[in-house]
């Protein structure tokens, strides 16, 4: 039977969590279709159908939709799912919003963010924050996974056909509404999606510093993320978070600045390759999982290091 | 209007666990245990309704083995009125207990059941989404700010690229986030108090609920370490290391 992941998409794009996710299911099995379900997003079912390796594309398009609000959507991906062996989609806040209340319809357990798959019917996924590895087997005749999506290579959002099946839906279950959304918009690349990230902690002391490393992230092409103490501090907003809470980081490059390193920012971003450190307290855990460790301060350090590059 | 709250006991989230030697789990021997900090959150929160005069009742709930008294005393002592333990010593996946929350609210109909949005044993993060499709309730996960107002609960929610809001129509499930407040600590009468809050017990079976999975955990492992690295001397030596050796700017 074929698998089924579910977009992440804006309407208009196909969310890069979901070339993960792709591929994440090519390590299932062969025949995979995606469906995307939202409001007027023929383009992003026309960019899901171009995936390498998707046989077909499923668009469900209504104004039920549009928010991906889980009351509307579970009830047709639940619909849909009865044809399928696995149903899967990036562990977003989209997706772990969704997905749980799918498996519930379909009285079937869920496997939580899933980092490998040894088998179709086998997952590797983190528990304890990371501090421990599970693996997991179902007997479930409908797997129902969400895919983390550090744990995946991107599959190539160019180079296949799909057809595209538009698909009649829309039960809008009211009992719920879309009111707004605050959204932070910037130019630098998405945070799990960098090639290098720039974080700073609680040493940075204020919003304002953090002025230092987004001019250092332009240079290097990256994004500014933040641990947990220095969004409760107020310094920046709680999209910037990493951690175990936060966003899940797995970069080419990790510069972590005034950052302490608590357990649960280490969850989430010590899969990145290469990891610096700059601290001036020489006895910071964030040392402990570092390539390269500067302990400086970090005010003489980041002009200095802007300078240089 | 009645609260219903959600609370698990779980690895008190300062201990360091361990994986076991024969890889069948993580050491929970001797270990201490605490009410899960999410669920910490849903608790304070519930208290916070009950004192604006919004929450009438506030009932907590947990499924786990008798132990765990100890976490609803603990939601007793923080201002719930009453706690229900389903008892069961078996290790329960998110959808058993989602079935078992489900019952619990079929008996005591509450109009806002809340729930942490995840626990930070298991990390599923699956619970009250669940608990959403049994009881045919809407939804409003990773919640960091909730306001009721007559017959619906405005949920803000934290979502990858900030914040999203969403109304929903009471009865509604509420799954907390970080932000959404600052638990307080019980205060010694108050622990005291709550020994004679009344604490019912029932169990999986006098509910109806089969617990079963179609999960099998075959091994837990500690995950592959990442070694120390080196420390450079300034920011010349790290520019030079991350260009030449590590290559990655």
Redesign the interface.
Same mark, same amino acid.
């Given at each position: 039977m074929a698998i089924l992941v579910i977009a992440e998409h804006s309407n208009s794009a196909l969310g890069a969590a979901t070339l993960n996710t792709v591929s994440a299911a090519k390590a299932i099995g062969d025949d995979i279709h995606i469906l995307v379900a939202g409001e007027n997003c023929a383009a992003a079912g026309e960019a899901a159908a171009k995936v390498e390796g998707v046989t077909k594309v499923l668009v469900a398009d209504n104004a039920a939709y549009a928010h991906q609000l889980p009351e509307n959507v579970a009830l047709l991906v639940a619909e849909q799912a009865k044809a399928y062996s696995h149903v899967l989609t990036p562990a977003t806040t989209t997706g772990k919003n969704l997905l749980p209340r799918v498996a519930a319809l379909l009285d079937t357990d869920q496997i939580s963010e899933i980092i490998s798959v040894e088998s179709p019917d086998t997952f590797k996924r983190p528990i304890y924050a990371g501090n421990a590895i599970a693996t997991v087997q179902s007997s479930a005749d409908i797997k129902v996974i969400t895919v983390r999506g550090t744990g995946f290579d991107a599959a190539a959002a160019e180079g296949g056909s799909a057809a595209i099946e538009n698909i009649a839906a829309g039960v809008d279950a009211g009992i719920s509404t879309f009111v707004g959304e605050e959204i932070a918009k910037s130019d630098r690349p998405d945070l799990t999606a960098a090639r290098v990230v720039i974080s700073g902690g609680r040493g940075m002391q204020s919003g304002e510093n953090f002025d230092m490393l987004y001019a250092l992230a332009d240079k290097l092409g990256g994004a500014v993320g933040a641990s947990r103490a220095a969004v409760d501090a107020g310094f920046v907003p709680n999209d910037l978070q990493v951690g175990q809470t936060g966003k899940i980081v797995a970069p080419d490059l990790y510069i972590a600045v005034g950052v302490s390193g608590a357990i649960q920012h280490l969850a989430g971003m010590k899969d990145s390759k290469v990891i610096v450190a700059i601290n001036k307290d020489a006895d910071a855990p964030i040392f402990q999982v570092a390539d390269y460790g500067l302990v400086a301060d970090l005010f003489d350090v980041i002009p200095e290091l802007d300078a240089a590059l | 209007m009645k609260v219903l709250v959600a609370v698990k006991r779980v690895?008190d989230h300062n201990v360091?666990?361990r &994986?076991k030697a024969d890889n069948t789990g993580?050491e929970l021997a001797n270990v201490k245990m605490s009410m899960n900090p999410f669920c910490e959150i849903g608790v304070e929160e519930a208290i916070r309704l009950k004192e604006k005069g919004i929450a009438t009742e506030v009932v907590a709930v947990c499924v786990g083995p008798t132990a765990a008294q100890e976490q609803l005393r603990t939601a007793l002592a923080l201002g719930a009125d009453r706690a229900i333990l389903v008892e069961t010593d078996a290790e329960l996946?998110?959808?058993a207990v989602?079935k078992i929350l489900k019952a619990v609210a079929d008996q005591e109909q509450p109009q806002l059941i809340l729930l942490g949005k995840q626990a930070? !044993?298991? !990390?599923?993060?699956?619970?009250?989404?669940?608990?959403?499709?049994?009881t045919?309730?809407?939804?409003g996960?990773?919640a960091?700010k909730v306001e009721v107002d007559g017959d619906t609960v405005?949920v803000t929610?934290?979502?990858?690229?900030?914040?999203?809001?969403?109304?929903?129509?009471l009865p509604?499930i509420v799954t907390t986030?970080?932000?959404l407040n600052e638990p307080r600590y019980a205060k010694l009468p108050d622990i005291m108090k709550a020994k004679r809050k009344p604490l019912e017990t029932q169990t999986p079976d006098a509910l109806g609920v089969s617990v079963g999975?179609?999960?099998?955990?075959?091994?837990?492992?500690?995950?592959a370490q990442?070694s120390?690295?080196?420390?450079?001397k300034? &920011?010349?030596e790290? #520019?030079d290391?991350?260009k030449n050796e590590?290559k #990655?700017?």
């Open positions: - | 690895v360091k666990v &994986v993580v996946g998110s959808l989602a930070i !044993d298991s !990390d599923n993060n699956q619970t009250g989404q669940m608990l959403g499709a049994l045919g309730f809407a939804q996960t990773f960091s405005s929610r934290e979502i990858d690229g900030g914040f999203q809001t969403v109304a929903l129509k509604a986030d970080l932000r999975s179609t999960l099998k955990t075959l091994k837990v492992e500690a995950p990442r120390a690295g080196i420390k450079v300034d &920011v010349a790290l #520019v290391k991350l590590a #990655v700017i």
